[in-house]
């Protein structure tokens, strides 16, 4: 698919401040950007822009600064590096002040040097400024420095600073519900990531290293046109699964072993986010098996009960009661399901939440809870279901056919008017499935 047609339009960035200044009384809120950051000597990280400025902007370089004034004949002012021609010979080209007026949709635009002349001209009027102090040291000094001009001010008529609110309560709850354009990025996101699992299954045999899945799963993210993951690759063969942030992938796989990938492609800044475990032979022990299936179960659960009104913490507690169960009839665990869950003697083998939210970020925005309990769904909003078990060194009491298996399955959940729609489900899961899969590429 062309990645132009699939790009988030100018439309659907103005649409954005335009309800985040409506949700606002008053006031102007300011915005910054993320900034170069410097990896050794001359040479920068790979810049990505930080996630809620992209939201409301669409523009990627660093060291601008938004302001939004609703009511303003300009309600909409950026500040950007200006054009160079040096620069651009050496690192490509800029927007410069031209570029942000027009194709941005800025009404007026200034170089970012400017920013200690013109911001507080552009705040002058406002006793309100919404903006997220410690986002940014310059734009807080100058803020700071307002604050106190405008207080000295005050016998001479200056409009003194009476509020400085924190938009990000605002910016997040916007983010949790995604639109159409945002759902088709993710969906396009999560069709990128389903064919690099599919070349991450038919690559994977004992003697392949860990980082040569990796790579045979990763060409097919940047062939697709992602250019770059939402989070580090983790493949993790045998025991290294137990470890559920691994990112070595530097071990070789042997023949007994499972293989454990957590990946996601990026696409338009919205990143999937999919776990998938097989056995790196073609066929699950039956101890593998039986730890699969009770993962399988609890996250087939979690999932049908994801919709509308469901607390965000009882899809948690779904698929925990299943893991538990399972692990009571493997022998593992004693005494009844209720009472494990409520002292939480399951987590030696299964240690994190079952969802997260997914978006712009692969831990996106917004609460979980609030001063009234747990998030309760809501159509628009996108969540991981991923419940696991290892069994690592953590896990004392493991039988021995048990020890160094680790499994996670992990889909990425739409919430729908009527329930949810997995949209993650092209990519294999159920362990026949699996099986004839890697069996096929031998």
Not at 213 to 218: F, G, K, P, W
Not at 309 to 318: E, M
Not at 417 to 432: F, H, N, T, Y
Request: glycine share 8%; charged share 25%; aromatic share 8%.
């Amino acid at each position: 698919m062309n990645a132009a047609r699939m790009a988030t339009q100018p439309q659907e960035f103005r649409s954005r401040r335009r309800r985040l200044m409506d949700s606002l009384t008053g006031g102007a809120i300011v915005i910054a950007a993320g900034h170069d950051s410097p990896r050794n000597n001359d040479v920068d990280h790979q810049y990505r822009q930080e996630s809620s400025f992209w939201y409301l902007t669409g523009f990627d370089e660093p060291d601008a600064v938004a302001v939004l004034r609703p009511g303003s004949t300009t309600p909409y002012t950026l500040f950007v590096r200006p054009y160079d021609p040096t620069f651009e010979i050496w690192m490509g080209r800029r927007a410069g002040v031209r570029g942000a007026v027009g194709p941005l949709g800025a009404n007026a635009a200034y170089p970012v040097e400017q920013l200690d002349a013109q911001l507080p001209r552009l705040l002058a009027e406002c006793d309100t400024i919404y903006y997220a102090l410690g986002s940014d040291d310059r734009v807080d000094g100058i803020i700071s420095g307002l604050v106190k001009q405008r207080r000295r001010m005050a016998q001479r008529g200056a409009k003194s600073v009476r509020r400085i609110e924190d938009p990000t309560a605002q910016i997040d709850a916007m983010r949790q519900v995604k639109s159409d354009d945002e759902i088709a990025l993710l969906q396009r996101a999560i069709d990128i990531t389903a064919v690099g699992f599919e070349a991450a299954m038919q690559t994977a045999a004992p003697g392949i290293a860990e980082y040569e899945v990796q790579a045979a799963m990763e060409r097919s993210f940047r062939h697709l046109g992602s250019p770059r993951n939402g989070y580090p690759s983790i493949v993790a063969g045998g025991s290294n699964a137990c470890v559920l942030h691994y990112v070595r992938n530097e071990e070789t796989l042997g023949p007994e072993d499972l293989l454990l990938i957590d990946a996601g492609a990026e696409y338009g800044y919205y990143t999937a986010d999919v776990t998938r475990t097989w056995p790196v032979s073609g066929e699950f022990t039956p101890a593998q098996r039986a730890v699969y299936d009770i993962v399988l179960d609890s996250q087939k659960k979690a999932i049908d009960a994801v919709k509308p009104g469901v607390g965000f913490d009882d899809v948690h507690r779904v698929a925990t009661r299943v893991l538990i169960q399972g692990l009571i009839d493997l022998g593992i665990m004693k005494g009844e399901v209720e009472q494990n869950l409520s002292d939480a003697a399951y987590r030696d083998y299964y240690m994190h939440a079952t969802s997260h939210w997914l978006g712009l970020d692969v831990h996106d925005c917004g609460p979980y809870r609030d001063d009234k309990g747990q998030i309760r769904l809501r159509p628009g909003m996108v969540l991981t279901i991923e419940p696991g078990l290892y069994f690592g060194p953590q896990a004392k009491q493991t039988p021995e056919e048990y020890r160094g298996i680790g499994i996670r399955i992990e889909d990425d959940v739409l919430v729908t008017e009527d329930g949810c729609r997995v949209l993650s489900e092209a990519i294999p899961k159920e362990p026949d499935e699996l099986e004839a899969i890697v069996m096929d590429a031998r």
